[in-house]
């Protein structure tokens, strides 16, 4: 991240009222200066382990962002901090220009525009293909409204339209429990694009898929980059090399390299993380 | 769309035949039987029967209750003995009032305060002699303490066994609370000895079918109720709660109001079914409390199988029909029977009496199939929906 970035955050705070303050924390994404999500200096502990240690990274509206780094970098632990599920220590999250990420509950930030895919694909076991979209579907999240919820006719279209996308138009009555794993993971991703989210966080998407199913998930991501923000955590780096733009190296809980793919391979300090151990 | 779900295929034009089968027996065919046959007539239903039959009808009541929470919720209430006492208590109290003087000491007053030497009724009492605000507190007192206590659980993310283990405290320890003489309930006697309701005599076969009658038309209200929500997407969303709730909450969805809500109507059944109970046993006391109660609440359900309405209800029957006959049979083995046949569902029903009935039968229709070489047997959609989920929680391979 480049320092004139933080400068111009904190210009937006002092002048955009009482939300930037923090006391307001639902409200609209505001995209005006490009930046969907912007960490800065986030540290995370758990009994005395620094999982981020003053993490900082800012992600532009549309970007294909991927994230690397060996094992206990502190991916997921970026993840949780971003959907709410862990506090920071200390540092800043904020989506967009004014909501403050740290301050916001899981099912707050998720509707206000932040889907993620979890590294072991989470689904409804017991509800069908169907079912798992229709839940997902953006819509009033309220006790009293999905007591008489109806499905309308262009709510099924949507739910359609999205079956053929991910090829389960046949398995739409069938019980998410019985797929195969890609088709799992496929149709986690189908539950969050239902929700029509502005920032995706894609934990591990093509782990255990079949070539041939890594390969239409590549597809499908460089589809859905520009509608879409993505962020990529993935070890597969056949995978990374097809959908890389532009590449998050992160090593014991910060961020040490950040470019195109071929050039951070190049970096020595990258070369050593992964090589040296 | 052709429905795959265990609800729709056990609600389907069977299901409402069945339920149609259940009011005409309850409305129309127990009263003539009990009523207008005459006693020696081999279709005459003794007034013990009705009471026995009452009695279950309110149990099944609470285990509906019930398998709305865990069932479908998958929040296991070792409670749910205390929501069925306090809507038997609020009750209570009116029934203890319509006694009037004609207690053993022949003052307008219950006895257990005579005896205490009471000169007026404690604050609690205040409004004990209108029955519309004892049934009203039947359905505000069990729905807001589980309306609080659900809150404060729910909103610290109290799950599984820890929020079972709270529960079972607190009726324990209301159990203690409604032992002391000075709570107000009558101690460990609690109330006894009913005369009236509605200035009735409640001990009249008359009397007997119409609380008889309400029980059946509560219980079936309560089926109806709970197939409602469990269907809508209401309920969609408390299952998908109970087999993923991160995933819930990163949908955009807060688990804590809809498992608060869902807690907190089950409570309110459960204190509807108490205050029905209450007057056909003609007894309350803290017992009702007592930890060992709420898990035999549990059981009822868990023999049914969970999360099929309907089988919780078959549960509750079975078990109490079991009882019945084992505490005059063989009283002192009961509790052993109890505890095996716990065990023995779980390690080998896991979806209750429902759950086996559709196995045996998906097995029978997958038979003649399975003669053609090669094509994989179709699993009958229950033991599939239970395969998914077992799959899916990483519990071990179904039968």
């Not at chain 2, 865990?70 to 038997?88: Q, R, T």
């Not at chain 2, 005369?195 to 005599?201: C, D, H, M, S």
């Not at chain 2, 309920?235 to 909450?249: K, N, W």
Request: aromatic share 10%.
């Amino acid at each position: 991240m480049t320092p004139s970035v933080a400068t111009s955050r904190t210009g937006d705070l002092a002048d955009s009222g009482p939300a930037a303050l923090g006391h307001v924390v639902t409200g609209e994404l505001d995209l005006s200066h490009r930046i969907i999500l912007y960490l800065d200096d986030i540290s995370v502990s758990f009994d005395g382990f620094k999982a981020l240690n003053k993490l900082s990274l800012s992600i532009d509206a549309g970007e294909l962002r991927c994230v690397i780094g060996p094992n206990g970098a502190g991916k997921t632990t970026m993840m949780d901090v971003v959907t709410g599920k862990t506090r920071p220590d200390s540092g800043k999250a904020f989506f967009g220009q004014t909501l403050d990420l740290t301050r916001m509950s899981e099912s707050g930030i998720a509707n206000a525009g932040i889907g993620r895919k979890f590294q072991k694909p989470t689904i409804f076991a017991d509800h069908t293909v169907f079912e798992n979209l229709e839940l997902a579907m953006k819509g009033d999240r309220r006790v009293r409204r999905t007591l008489f919820a109806k499905l309308a006719g262009d709510e099924r279209d949507r739910i359609d339209d999205m079956l053929r996308m991910i090829r389960l138009q046949d398995r739409a009555d069938r019980l998410a429990g019985l797929l195969s794993h890609g088709e799992k993971q496929w149709l986690e991703i189908a539950v969050l694009l239902m929700q029509q989210p502005k920032l995706l966080l894609l934990d591990e998407p093509v782990a255990g898929m079949t070539d041939d199913e890594t390969e239409r998930t590549a597809e499908l991501f460089l589809e859905l980059a520009g509608k879409h923000t993505l962020v990529v955590v993935e070890h597969d780096m056949a995978f990374i090399a097809k959908i890389a733009r532009k590449v998050t190296v992160l090593d014991e809980g910060h961020v040490i390299a950040e470019g195109p793919l071929d050039e951070v391979q190049q970096d020595p300090k990258v070369i050593e993380v992964y090589l040296g151990r | 769309m052709h429905d795959t779900t265990l609800l729709g295929r056990l609600y389907g034009p069977k299901g409402w035949t069945g339920f149609g089968i259940a009011a005409l027996a309850l409305f129309v065919l127990f009263p003539l039987a009990n009523l207008v046959v005459p006693e020696g007539s081999a279709f005459h239903v003794s007034d013990y029967t009705v009471t026995l039959i009452g009695k279950m009808l309110c149990y099944a009541m609470v285990a509906v209750a019930l398998d709305l929470v865990w069932g479908f919720g998958g929040i296991l209430s070792l409670g749910h003995g205390l929501f069925f006492a306090l809507g038997g208590y609020a009750l209570g109290m009116y029934l203890m009032r319509q006694i009037g003087a004609d207690g053993q000491y022949k003052v307008d007053m219950p006895d257990f305060m005579v005896f205490l030497d009471w000169k007026e009724f404690p604050w609690h009492w205040v409004l004990s002699n209108s029955f519309i605000a004892q049934a009203l507190l039947v359905v505000l007192v069990p729905g807001l303490l589980a309306f609080v206590f659900g809150y404060f659980a729910f909103r610290s993310r109290i799950k599984g066994v820890y929020f079972s283990i709270i529960t079972q405290a607190l009726t324990y320890a209301a159990m203690l609370l409604f032992f002391r003489n000075e709570t107000g309930f009558g101690g460990n006697n609690g109330f006894t000895d009913f005369k009236r309701i509605f200035g009735i005599p409640i001990a009249t076969p008359e009397t007997r079918m119409a609380l008889f009658v309400a029980s059946g038309a509560a219980l079936l209200g309560s089926i109806l109720l709970v197939r409602w929500l469990v269907t809508s997407r209401y309920g969609h969303v408390l299952t998908a709660i109970r087999d993923a709730e991160s995933r819930v909450m990163f949908c955009g969805y807060d688990p804590l109001w809809y498992k608060l809500f869902a807690w907190t109507l089950s409570a309110v059944l459960a204190g509807i079914a108490g205050a029905l109970y209450v007057p056909q046993v003609g007894i309350i006391n803290p017992s009702e409390m007592s930890p060992a109660n709420s898990i035999e609440m549990v059981i009822w359900v868990a023999v049914g199988g969970r999360g099929t309405i309907v089988g919780p209800v078959l549960g509750a029957f079975l078990v109490n029909g079991a009882k019945s006959v084992f505490t005059v049979w063989l009283p002192e083995y009961w509790l052993y029977v109890l505890g095996l046949l716990f065990v023995l569902v779980t390690l080998f029903m896991p979806e209750g009496v429902v759950g086996l009935a559709k196995r045996l039968r998906g097995r029978a229709r997958a038979k003649p199939k399975a003669a053609a070489p090669g094509a994989p047997a179709p699993a009958s959609p229950t033991t599939e929906r239970a395969a998914a989920v077992s799959a899916e929680r990483g519990v071990g391979k179904p039968a």
